[in-house]
């Protein structure tokens, strides 16, 4: 079975500043899916952005990207230019590409992010 | 177009007592899930559907029962309700690759 390790429970970082989340993941798959998640404390769920392994090109998304290393199985995110509204629960997931349609998501411990002004 | 909602939003049982969460959703999705948040433990699927009459079990399914007889509704069961049940609830649901839209989710109580 899968697993997906998120080893910093808290981080803080400066606002305008940049902050790097570590994941790292188990698996015997080839094919499969990253994703890094955002939980407000609203709880909504909010993708904020997703890796396909089989891309050697790593994801952005405006001030977030990732460093995705497949043969180390590691897979972090940086957050550039900080703002106060990234505080919040950050969870990486994975996703194995076997299962067509269904999303079957695995998710890590996640990591509370604080934003200081 | 609400994307996905629960009922109730919170909710506080007894230990024994029963109780079904609902799940609904607007746009016309195949797949629906139900996950489970603990502290320091992330989200773990429970059960899941891949279409109207079909359910099946995901990491942690016991103590709990599912139903999806409506292609828009997915039904989250708890028969004899224990505290270790206490955690929050999220349904979501996807369309092929297409992204997880998640719902609110729902705060249970088990005391």
């Known amino acids: 079975a899968q697993t997906v390790t998120q080893s910093q429970p808290e981080m803080s970082v400066q606002e305008a500043e940049t902050v790097t989340l570590s994941c790292t993941y188990d698996?015997?798959?080839?094919?499969?899916?990253l994703f890094w998640y955002k939980q407000p404390p609203s709880r909504q769920m909010i993708l904020v952005i997703r890796?396909?392994?089989?891309?050697?090109q790593n994801a952005t998304e405006n001030r977030f990207s990732v460093n995705f290393q497949k043969a180390a199985k590691s897979f972090s995110l940086k957050i550039s230019d900080s703002q106060l509204g990234d505080a919040a629960m950050y969870f990486c997931a994975y996703r194995s590409s076997l299962f067509q349609g269904a999303q079957k998501l695995v998710f890590g411990q996640g990591t509370r992010l604080t934003i200081n002004p | 177009n609400a994307g996905v909602t629960q009922t109730p939003k919170f909710r506080v049982l007894k230990t024994g007592q029963s109780m079904t969460l609902l799940c609904a959703q607007d746009m016309n999705h195949e797949y629906m899930y139900w996950y489970r948040q603990d502290p320091g433990m992330g989200l773990r699927l429970i059960h899941y559907s891949v279409g109207e009459g079909t359910t099946a079990k995901g990491e942690v399914p016991d103590g709990y029962n599912v139903s999806r007889l409506k292609k828009q509704n997915f039904l989250l069961g708890l028969e004899s309700a224990a505290p270790s049940q206490t955690s929050v609830y999220f349904c979501?649901?996807?369309?092929?690759?297409?992204?997880?839209?998640f719902g609110p989710g729902t705060r249970l109580t088990v005391l």
């Open positions: 890796q396909e392994a089989y891309k050697q």
């Open positions: 979501a649901s996807s369309y092929n690759r297409d992204f997880v839209i």
């Open positions: 698996t015997s798959e080839s094919d499969y899916y």
